[in-house]
């Protein structure tokens, strides 16, 4: 009888949930069941073959707590990626759980010690749901995620500047909890696939933005454009979406500064219903789709330049492929909190920021305060002609000296993001923890 092993995501882009997949994809041997909501569940839908079972909740904190409660009861243990609620449900109903997560350095504890977030687990009441979420109420979101490691029996930390300290930090504070650092949380058999087919190279050009040459390599197509998941607490595609707007308004004047891109693919979570499609201009393609996790790391891997949200998911997924991408424009505070910490690497340098556009730009300090005054930010450049044309020609600037790296460049650059995101192999860290 297999191991039945129940994995939720936080809904919060596509990171959580794609690292989900890639942990889900070293468990062939157990009868996996994906339960969430939102785009989590939109992901795991896309890429239902990584799963035996998908459930879906439309309402988790009212209609669908009971599914919830009846697969928990039904399960052998739980892997949770960033989901704070699904580790104290898994508390309360008595089942072993695993946290993972791929951000453990971005969580702020502002109101709370550590010291006092371990003891509020210590006391948390296991009689129902709503006491123990009701103990931790006065506890902030990233504060949450923090008790979770303390409440989980494991928890897998991806390795990123400043985990280590991190971890000293919950170390000195007494937390419990066993706590295992981990490499790249990516789906390793889906690279190894792509790795496959014969990728295009990318050197440096021969003009300016405006000039350019012919697209070289020989991939479908000559320019990836990711935006990742992009819908989170308060993003979405048909609200506060001031950002996938302004990138809408931006790709038909990238195909007249950049004549070389003739076949551009656009990709994320946006691209699933009205914004998806081909459309052709002047002789040149452009394709929106939201592909499954296995049919983009294709085109990543053959794809000679790139344009990526700067999620680590993502990141993680070009270097492993030998592929340097370019940042884009942070969306939301995480994307901020990456970019800074990368600022030493060659992407991070070379990453295009809103401060770009507006010199002198202060965020808050503050995931939803931060991710607020993005969104604004990139409202007030879409509604402002003289900013969009600051925009667009700081991003040209960055994209020509991102073409003019040369392949040793490109591969420097590529080294010294693996050294520093490199950590124990994630296959044999799930093993030790979660064994047939």
Not at 148 to 168: K, Y
Not at 227 to 255: C, H, Q, S, V
């Amino acid at each position: 009888m297999r191991t039945r092993t129940l994995m939720g995501a936080q809904n919060c882009g596509f990171g959580p949930a794609s690292v989900l997949v890639a942990v889900s994809r070293l468990l062939s041997g157990h009868e996996r069941v994906f339960v969430g909501d939102g785009i989590a569940a939109e992901f795991a839908r896309r890429n239902a073959a990584a799963f035996d079972g998908v459930h879906e909740l439309t309402d988790p904190y009212g209609n669908g707590a009971a599914l919830l409660d009846r697969l928990l009861a039904n399960s052998d243990q739980v892997v949770s990626v960033m989901d704070a609620d699904l580790v104290l449900r898994s508390v309360v109903a008595r089942r072993p759980v695993v946290l993972v997560d791929c951000l453990f350095g971005f969580w702020q504890h502002h109101r709370h010690s550590l010291a006092r977030i371990r003891d509020l687990c210590a006391t948390v009441p296991r009689a129902s749901f709503a006491a123990a979420r009701g103990h931790l109420a006065g506890l902030s979101p990233h504060e949450r995620v923090l008790a979770a490691h303390v409440l989980a029996d494991h928890s897998v930390v991806q390795n990123f500047p400043g985990i280590s300290r991190r971890m000293a930090e919950f170390t000195e504070a007494g937390a419990e909890g066993v706590m295992h650092l981990t490499g790249p949380l990516v789906d390793l058999g889906g690279l190894k696939n792509a790795r496959e087919g014969e990728p295009a190279t990318g050197g440096a050009v021969s003009g300016g933005a405006v000039t350019g040459g012919p697209a070289t390599g020989g991939g479908d197509y000559d320019l990836l454009i990711n935006t990742g998941g992009f819908k989170n607490f308060l993003l979405d595609f048909e609200a506060n979406n001031d950002y996938l707007r302004l990138i809408d308004r931006w790709i038909p004047d990238l195909l007249t500064d950049w004549p070389r891109f003739t076949r551009v693919l656009v990709c994320g979570g946006p691209y699933a219903g009205c914004r998806g499609g081909a459309h052709r201009s002047s002789g040149r393609w452009i394709d929106r789709r939201f592909l499954p996790q296995r049919e983009l790391l294709p085109q990543v891997a053959r794809t000679p330049h790139s344009l990526i949200a700067p999620g680590l998911s993502a990141l993680n997924e070009a270097t492993l492929l030998d592929r340097l991408p370019l940042g884009l424009h942070e969306q939301h505070y995480a994307h901020t909190f990456t970019i800074r910490n990368l600022a030493d690497t060659l992407f991070g340098r070379q990453a295009a920021r809103f401060a770009d556009v507006l010199p002198g730009l202060v965020l808050p300090e503050d995931d939803y305060a931060g991710t607020e005054a993005l969104a604004s930010t990139a409202g007030r450049i879409l509604k402002d002609d003289d900013l969009y044309a600051r925009f667009r020609r700081t991003l040209n600037e960055r994209i020509e000296q991102y073409l003019f790296l040369t392949p040793e460049q490109r591969r420097g650059g590529v080294a010294e993001l693996r050294r520093v995101l490199d950590g124990p192999p994630a296959p044999s860290v799930i093993a030790s923890i979660l064994t047939v």
